[in-house]
């Protein structure tokens, strides 16, 4: 899996990609990216993109007078579940809301309704394939986890609920931009791996599961 976030990389905008990134089965996208770099890596890489938009997403204007409110081409995982070779992938998008705009931002409580609304598709899924979740997508980390104290970066507390009942193997996010090699972008919390994906992560994700019928 290629999964990328907030930053635009020169390495993946440009003809080098299949070098770099090889043979991937699906991308991810975590938010705060143009929608035409999104397109591009869908074009060049011809595989299918799953994505949550950032607090920072706004439409894209093109020069043929379009506006884009999607990056083309891809699948909005915002509190939908999604099924692909054999995973099951849900997302939440946004970040803490810290001013006005209401685009993409939400109060805890807000976060909190998403997250029970998703539920009941979650017990079916137990019902069904014997476990709820493979990977959960979200822009912001989880309280605590992957966080700042700033108002714009606080995670959100219904992910830390999220992991305990849901137990998804992985929750990848962007969010947080990484500058230093020593901060911490892979944790553990009770069965889940968070990984801060900022700006693009090759993911070789192993799950012992069978595949969807």
């Given amino acids: 899996m290629l999964a ?12 080098t990609i299949t070098k770099v990134v090889g043979d991937v089965d699906f991308i991810v996208g975590c938010g705060d990216l143009p929608y035409y770099y ?21 439409p894209e204007h093109r020069t043929n007078k379009f506006i884009i409110k999607e990056p083309p081409g891809g ?10 070779h054999g ?3 849900a997302g939440f998008e946004g970040s803490h809301r810290y001013n006005r705009n209401r685009n993409y931002q939400y109060s805890q409580g807000e976060m909190w309704a998403l997250v029970l609304k998703m539920a009941p598709v979650l017990f079916m899924n137990r019902l069904l394939y ?15 986890i992957h966080d700042a104290a700033d108002r714009p970066h606080i995670g959100f507390r219904a992910f830390l609920s999220f992991m305990r009942w849901f137990k998804p193997r992985y ?9 230093r090699n020593a901060e911490v972008t892979r944790s ?26």
């Fill in 75 to 84: 699948v909005n995982l915002h509190a939908r579940v999604h099924y692909v």
């Fill in 188 to 213: 553990l919390y009770v069965q889940t791996e968070i990984i801060n994906v900022y700006p693009w992560k090759l993911l070789n994700l192993n799950f012992p599961v069978a595949t969807q019928s």
């Fill in 4 to 15: 990328v976030s907030d930053k635009v990389e020169p390495r993946l905008y440009g003809p």
């Fill in 38 to 58: 999104l397109e591009y890596i869908v074009s060049m890489l011809n595989k299918p993109l799953f994505y949550v938009h950032g607090n920072h997403d706004r």
């Fill in 130 to 144: 014997g476990r709820y979740l493979d990977i959960l997508v979200t822009h912001s980390p989880p309280f605590g």
């Fill in 87 to 89: 995973l099951i992938i």
């Fill in 171 to 179: 929750l990848l996010h962007g969010h947080q931009h990484v500058y």
